[in-house]
């Protein structure tokens, strides 16, 4: 069983910078692609960002590109999500998810572990 904790959201001005942190558990993280999705009040879940199993490719959401960075340190089993420039409607809850594949995913259906969430709000 793989277990997913992210960490690191909270209130920030527009304009400022977080990084989220996703542990997690297992020995075959370094297998698998990971993916960070976000999900605003009211509104569907949507995809971020994704880093294939050895950091090697990533792809972004148009909304963040410029403005976020995914990594992965696959001996410390965590995917990081680096924010910067946050806008008010980059508020969301921040999920990392695993991938059922080695390559960079955006879509949610192919992702079979999720974690359970961090709030970001970015106030204006």
């Known amino acids: 069983q793989v277990q997913l904790v992210e960490s690191g959201g909270g209130l920030v001005q527009a304009g400022g910078s977080l990084r989220l942190s996703c542990a997690a558990s297992g020995r075959t993280f370094s297998t698998y692609a990971m993916g960070w999705f976000r999900q605003a009040p009211g509104k569907e879940r949507i995809f971020v960002a994704t880093i294939s199993w050895n950091g090697g490719m990533t792809y972004y959401a148009d909304s963040v590109k410029g403005r976020v960075t995914i990594s992965r340190d696959n001996p410390k089993n965590t995917v990081y999500l680096q924010m910067n420039g946050l806008k008010p409607e980059d508020t969301a809850v921040y999920y990392c998810?695993?991938?059922?594949?080695?390559?960079?995913?955006?879509?949610?259906?192919?992702?079979?572990?999720w974690g359970q969430g961090t709030q970001v709000t970015v106030s204006s």
């Open positions: 998810a695993r991938a059922r594949a080695s390559t960079v995913v955006t879509a949610d259906q192919r992702y079979d572990y």
